[in-house]
């Protein structure tokens, strides 16, 4: 598993800011239809959830893929942070302890890799899901931003694939 560097966390962030100041409705919008204006995150914070999910995964294709995206992530940002702002490479952000998945909690990533690459076909919703996703791996482990959501959604996973397997076996 990769370590977030700071820069990993600066793209994890400004994919996140992206998305919200391109969401953002205004006040008005936002007092007229709340739950509405909402719902219109929900695909974007659904794929974030998969992306934590993701890079949690410790090994197979899927881990693979999310450390590698990671790995990318991470050169990119400190590039930016060197170049861009004379800042310094090579600092890790802090990492959060986090609860691995389970059989059955992988079982369950896998079958949100299927759903999330489904739905990414569409042309509406497919680059807010793939942005969710990426920002999701940038920030999964970083305890500072995101960490806090890695413990609870492992568990989650875990309990439901115990509840499906559980019954299905």
Known sequence: MNIVTIGGVTIGLAILLGNLISWWPGLKGLRKDPAG???E???FLAAWAY???AILTVGGLIGWIAD????ITNWLGDVALV????GR??????AVAYLPLTQTGTAIVLLLTVCVMVAARNPKRGPQLKAGA???ICLGTSAGVAGFAAVPLATAV???GDSLYGAVV
């Open 37 to 39: 204006r909402a719902a």
């Open 89 to 94: 490479i090579g600092q890790h952000g802090r």
């Open 134 to 136: 990426w920002c999701g």
């Open 51 to 53: 992306g934590v999910l």
């Open 158 to 160: 875990n309990w439901l």
């Open 83 to 86: 170049w861009g702002v004379g």
């Open 41 to 43: 995150l929900a695909p």
């Open 68 to 71: 590698t995206a990671l790995w």
